[in-house]
């Protein structure tokens, strides 16, 4: 049986993994799903100082608290972003990282250089409208406009009501890695796009793919969130990999 410390994207808590966390424990395996600071119960530590290194902080300490090892450190979208980092700096409490629909960025690349630069005066444009200048309120989960295929009307109607604004820090501060990230072995689930796309856009040399390059790929076809989607299928998936 494996450890899994699950991470969620932007907008969300531990609470958007409760069902893979019901499958992967009814499998007797020990999981730990996180809330990161000013998210989801934890909204009133958000402060515009809430940045990716605060994020690092939280997932480390909970590996250290309970001397967690040997444990598949998981990151869905924008979690893996302190996830990555999280793994360069222990990577001995770590059998394997696993992305989920997103994947490792390089040092110096913040989560906001994955737009082209017309999104990014956008999204700067919301925060600076809509949330006071630090805060980066969540989509509107819009199947017209939003990659959220295989979540139901109920689905979306819960994600709407407990998604909490995105300390905007963790969207642009640049990421402090090493040059030569930490050798944990690492595993890529596509959700969005299949994984030839990553091959090729690796390979090609692309800046947000780079450290993508020859990673373990896997394909789960569905949207965006694939907790909500297909939680028992994501939950197998994760499982086989650990």
Do not use: N, Y
Not at 150 to 159: A, H, V, W, Y
């Amino acid at each position: 049986m494996s450890t899994f410390v699950l991470v969620p994207g932007f907008w969300l808590g531990a609470w958007a993994w409760e069902h893979v966390t019901g499958e992967l424990r009814a499998a007797g395996h020990d999981v730990r799903p996180v809330t990161l600071t000013g998210l989801a119960e934890r909204a009133d530590e958000a402060t515009p100082e809430v940045d990716v290194e605060t994020h690092v902080a939280d997932i480390i300490a909970v590996l250290e608290t309970d001397d967690l090892r040997d444990v598949v450190l998981v990151g869905h979208s924008g979690g893996s972003l302190p996830v990555a980092c999280a793994a360069d700096r222990v990577p001995e409490r770590l059998r394997r990282v696993v992305h989920v629909d997103s994947g490792p960025l390089p040092a110096g690349m913040a989560q906001i250089d994955f737009h082209e630069p017309e999104e990014r005066e956008s999204v700067r444009e919301r925060v600076r409208a809509e949330g006071d200048g630090w805060k980066l309120p969540p989509p509107a989960f819009d199947p017209a406009v939003d990659p959220v295929e295989g979540m139901t009307g109920e689905q979306l109607e819960r994600i709407r009501a407990r998604a909490t604004p995105q300390p905007f820090g963790t969207a642009t501060q640049p990421l402090r890695r090493p040059e030569s990230p930490a050798p944990v072995p690492q595993s890529v689930i596509t959700c969005t796009f299949p994984p030839e796309v990553v091959r090729q856009l690796s390979e090609s040399g692309h800046p947000v793919f780079a450290l993508m390059a020859g990673l373990d790929l896997h394909h789960l076809p569905t949207g965006h969130w694939p907790m909500f989607s297909r939680p028992r299928d994501l939950a197998a998936l994760l499982a086989e990999i650990a």
